[in-house]
């Protein structure tokens, strides 16, 4: 069968999107084009930028450095892009992922920078295993990995992250939070750029309409470097249901994950009335290194806390809407788990009572 | 007639745990023949029930699993249609997992 596109190349993939038989090289062409295509229409880069690629060393990071590496040599955006990976402290996970990060490095010419969770939280994500089990950890690694990227950039001066975002993974997300009613997500999660709610660096998802097939098949074809082992403490059961969901209605209907997109792209929340004295003040990450606290966040503070902002969390100065943060209420759990464990040392009681604190936590975030 | 199997995105880990197989199969078998062989002799006894149902879904390839005929989309060579050829190479690849 011939591609459709050039008409004179043997047809290597159908396309999702399109259901278009094509070639490689045409593969290659309207991928990097689309993905080129989102970036002008939204005018997400400035020449001069600096950008943080949040880097996994999975396939999606990894096709999202080699793209942005390729369309900005192309194009001339003219974008400084920097690595930016994250070090959960997950034995043998981590371990691999971050040499393969770090060959990336070499690949693509580009500088590294890798925070762990240690550095920035005083746990590891295998002491936090070891202290709650492996249930709900991964609202751990949610907020947590959340924070680390945007902590991570900001520690650098850094103020916009790209991530590997994918449209599966956008469809599935618009999913979740409908079936979960929750709605000032739904309202937010399709945008391409997330703004600076709760957090100081402008995070984009240059990925958001490439499908997670040619993502694959990119990668597979371009033979990138990338590291395939799931996350060893990853099911996170919702998500992949909604997923498996996804996958069976795409199975009938072809056109059902830009069917998502464009639902939840369309749906806008109904503004609430404003309250006082909460205006949107934008706030410039400005970096500069504080002492390092005793206990609670072990982070250097990369905001200026002197603007006495009220929408800060009080235990580490990191844009919030409450008076604790997320990462701050989390730790708060472990670190009076760990206390607790020590004084007792009854390490079973203490756990069953930080699971069940963390049960209700779970159900709020 | 020998054929390879692959593995990639962490479907090995429904079967024996290796990325890589190769295969004596019958001539003129299809992939559909391909895909139940494997869970017969590829999956460890014990890991047979869960193996399969991470892999299969009414006896095809479970919808987010990537199949490559010789680099090929299935989709294109008559997927579990296809009559396997000697020297074949079958690249399963999960795309179910995140990354
Ligand atoms: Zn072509
Ligand atoms: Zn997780
Ligand atoms: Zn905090």
Known sequence: ?365 | MQITVEFSGGLETAFDGNKKHVLDVPEGSSVNWLLHHMVETLMPDHKREEGKNIFLQDESVRPGVLVLINDSDWELEGEDQYILQPRDVIIFASTLHGG
């Open chain 1, 1 to 365: 069968m011939l591609c459709v596109l050039c008409e004179c190349r043997k047809a290597m993939l159908k396309r999702p999107k399109t259901l278009q038989p094509i070639c490689k090289p045409c593969f290659y062409n309207v991928f990097e084009t689309e993905i080129h295509n989102t970036i002008v229409e939204s005018n997400l880069f400035f020449p001069g930028e600096r950008v943080a690629i949040g880097a996994s060393g999975g396939k999606d990071s990894t096709v999202l450095a080699h793209v942005m590496k390729t369309l900005n040599e192309r194009y001339n955006y003219g974008v400084d892009f920097v690595l930016l990976s994250i070090d959960e402290g997950i034995h043998g996970y981590r371990d691999d992922s971050l040499e393969t990060v770090k060959r990336n490095k070499v690949q693509y010419d580009m500088d590294l920078e890798v925070v762990s969770y240690s550095e920035l939280y005083g746990w590891s994500m295998d002491q936090i295993v070891a202290q709650i089990g492996n249930k709900n950890n991964c609202t751990y690694c949610g907020v947590f990995r959340r924070q680390a990227l945007d902590r991570g950039s900001a520690k650098l001066g850094i103020a916009h992250i790209v991530t590997g975002h994918n449209a599966d993974d956008m469809a599935e997300t618009v999913l979740m939070n409908l079936l979960r009613g929750d709605t000032a997500r739904l309202d937010r999660c399709t945008e391409l750029v997330t703004g600076s709610d709760d957090s100081p660096v402008k995070r984009s998802k240059p990925l958001k309409y490439a499908y997670e097939k040619e993502i694959v098949l990119y990668a597979h074809y371009k033979k990138l470097d990338y590291f395939s082992t799931e996350c060893t403490y990853s099911p996170e059961a919702f998500r992949g249901t909604a997923r498996t969901l996804i996958k069976n209605l795409e199975a009938i209907r072809p056109s059902t994950i830009i069917d998502i997109i464009h639902s939840g792209e369309a749906f806008v929340l109904k503004k609430k009335k404003e309250k006082k004295g909460k205006g949107s003040v934008v706030v410039k990450a400005k970096v500069e290194e504080k002492p390092v606290p005793s206990g609670g966040c072990s982070v250097p503070l990369a905001f200026d806390s002197s603007l006495g902002l009220s929408n800060r969390c009080t235990k580490c100065g990191y844009l919030s809407h409450n008076a604790v943060c997320k990462a701050c209420v989390l730790l708060e759990g472990l670190n009076a788990g760990r206390a607790k464990m020590q004084i007792e040392g009854d390490s079973a009681d203490g756990a069953a009572k930080n699971i069940k604190t963390l049960e209700k936590l779970a159900l709020s975030i």
